[in-house]
């Protein structure tokens, strides 16, 4: 393949990419709900995994210091459209988290164009390792940074 047909081969690769984080984006704004109030603004939530967790570590212990009914959170906005865009750029960075399995495939595919068939299957096992990583790295902050941080 000339250096041209490779372009080409990335420039398909790159609006394949673009749409599906445009498609995920769109989802994610339309379910603005689940996206907010249970990914986001979990830790608002006095039922939160974590809260419960330490409440109940707290009662094993003997006490019921880490037992909450009501965590002090409050959200201040002084834009007039600053929900709003606030409301699409998390769409957005949602869009592009769901859809890094989907974009990284694209990406080791371009790449692969010249490799050995014996060596096809790296590049897929090193796709669940990065998503899973990347999943753990974002279950770590939102389950433990998150509530321990000062409101």
């Known amino acids: 393949m000339s250096f041209l047909g490779h372009l080409g081969e990335l420039r398909w690769h790159l609006m ?10 769109v989802l994610a704004f339309m379910n603005r709900s689940v996206v907010f109030d249970q990914l986001i603004f979990g830790p608002k939530q006095p ?24 965590v002090p959170f409050e959200l201040l906005n002084m834009r007039m459209s600053g929900q709003f865009q606030m409301h699409l750029w998390v769409s957005l960075v949602a869009g592009a988290i769901i859809s890094f399995p989907y974009v990284f495939l694209f990406k080791t595919g371009h790449n692969a164009l010249n490799v050995l068939d014996c060596d096809r299957i790296y590049p897929r096992k090193r796709l669940i390792q990065k998503y899973e990583f990347r999943l753990r ?12 941080a000062p409101t």
């Open 47 to 70: 039922d939160f995994d974590t809260y419960r967790f330490f409440c109940w570590l707290s009662s094993f212990v003997g006490g019921d210091v880490f037992c909450f009914d009501e």
């Open 16 to 25: 394949r990419s673009s749409v599906a984080i445009v498609l995920f984006s």
């Open 137 to 148: 790295g974002k279950r770590t902050s939102n389950f433990c940074s998150a509530p321990l």
